[in-house]
Each structure stands twice: as structure tokens, then as C-alpha cells.
């Protein structure tokens, strides 16, 4: 997902620098020391395609995970990399065209401390009834930002980077964020949530400018 607001992630640190300041916490959080954070922040790494709609491939509904494994956690940490040099908030697999249901996300504002988060196999165990309405992009739609209206608080239940069994509330943004994540794993993008009208509007748009890109 893309933020409509000014939530601009830090782009990815280059092996010259050291760790930002604070990021023993985002260690923290990522299970990590300061100095493996940083070791990890400067492996091997990879920055992967995102997918494009009206692409096909996003329509996929993914399948679960079976291992925590370092595989997995080679895929994660590309599309955390991935992630924050579009930059975005939060991608799923499926949009670096891998249809397992793995999702990233980073809702540090700029400036602050990266707060890496991974999520696999997430499930909604509980939703709100109250709805709100935040205008969401993603990265897999550019440059198209409209109001969806989703439950504001959902309980999840997930695996970690390290396959733990997590159980939380999300709310606010974060609730937004994992929502519209895990709508790819079942191969829905945020237009799929507005008018027939609004929808096939964005798309044309979207693939009339990818024919360009191609012409051109
Ligand atoms: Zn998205």
C-alpha cells in the first residue's frame, strides 16, 4: 500500500552509513540485535519488480505458507527492501509476483525509526462494525489514490519473521494498511472496492500508459 499523506518512508540505507538512530528499537521489534539489524540491513538484499494492474497475476489468490524458513525470510527481506524503495507501506507477495500469503509492512513516519513488520499466513478473526474511510493507494495501481471504506479495528492472527503465532488488534492505519494487504492475497486491489465506472476508468489509464512506457 501507498499512503496518501505525507507518510514518505526513509529510503533504504546504504552500507556506508551506520544504523539511523533509534533503530535498536526497529531492532528490537525485527527480533534483532543493533548489530545483526544492521548486518541484516546490509545483506544481500534484493530489489524485485512490482506488478502492475491490470496485470493478471494480481487477480491470484495465494496460497498459505507451510515453513517459516530462511527462504521465506530471503523473500521478505526483498520485499522489504522492494517496499521501501518505491516507496510504500505495506506489499504483499503476489505483487513481486510470488502468490504466497506473506505481507510487509512499515508505518514509522519519516524521520523515525523503521518499524519492519512481517506477517504470514494473516488471518481476521474479528472485525469491527464501524466502518472508516481512508484514501488508499498501492503500488500496484500508481498514482491512483480514492476513499475505501473498510472496519476500523480488526483482530489478526499471524506467523512472524521467525514463524511465531502472533495474535493483535489493529486499528487506525494499521487497520487500513493490513486490510488492503490481505484483499492481494485473495487477488483484489483497492479499485475493486469502487464503482464498476471508477474502476475500469483507472485501469484503462493504467494500461494506456504502460502501452506507452512499452512504445516508448
Ligand atoms: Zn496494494
Not at 112 to 120: I, L, Q, T
Request: proline fraction near 6%.
Amino acid at each position: 500500500m501507498r499512503g496518501a499523506d505525507s507518510r514518505r518512508l526513509h529510503t533504504k540505507y546504504s552500507k556506508s552509513q551506520p544504523p539511523p538512530q533509534g533503530a535498536s528499537a526497529a531492532a528490537r521489534a525485527a527480533g534483532l540485535d543493533a548489530r545483526r539489524f544492521s548486518e541484516y540491513l546490509n545483506s544481500n538484499m534484493a530489489i524485485r519488480d512490482i506488478l502492475i494492474a491490470p496485470d493478471p497475476r494480481l487477480k491470484t489468490v495465494s496460497d498459505p505458507v507451510d515453513t517459516v524458513d530462511d527462504d521465506l525470510r530471503a523473500l521478505m527481506d526483498d520485499m522489504l527492501e522492494t517496499m521501501y524503495a518505491a516507496p510504500g507501506i505495506g506489499l504483499a507477495a503476489i505483487q513481486v509476483g510470488v502468490p504466497v500469503r506473506v505481507i510487509v509492512m512499515d508505518l514509522a513516519r519519516e524521520g523515525d525509526a523503521p518499524e519492519p513488520r512481517f506477517f504470514v499466513n494473516p488471518e481476521i478473526l474479528d472485525q469491527s462494525d464501524t466502518l472508516t474511510s481512508y484514501a488508499e493507494g498501492c503500488l500496484s495501481v500508481p498514482e491512483f489514490y480514492e476513499d475505501v471504506e473498510r472496519p476500523d479495528t480488526v483482530r489478526i492472527r499471524y506467523l512472524d519473521y521467525h514463524g511465531k503465532p502472533c495474535e493483535e488488534e489493529a486499528r487506525d492505519l494499521f487497520a487500513v494498511c493490513i486490510q488492503h494487504e490481505m484483499d492481494h492475497l485473495e487477488g483484489i486491489l483497492f479499485v475493486d472496492h469502487l464503482s464498476r465506472l471508477k474502476r475500469a476508468s483507472i485501469l484503462k489509464k493504467l494500461q494506456k500508459s504502460r502501452r506507452l512506457a512499452t512504445a516508448g
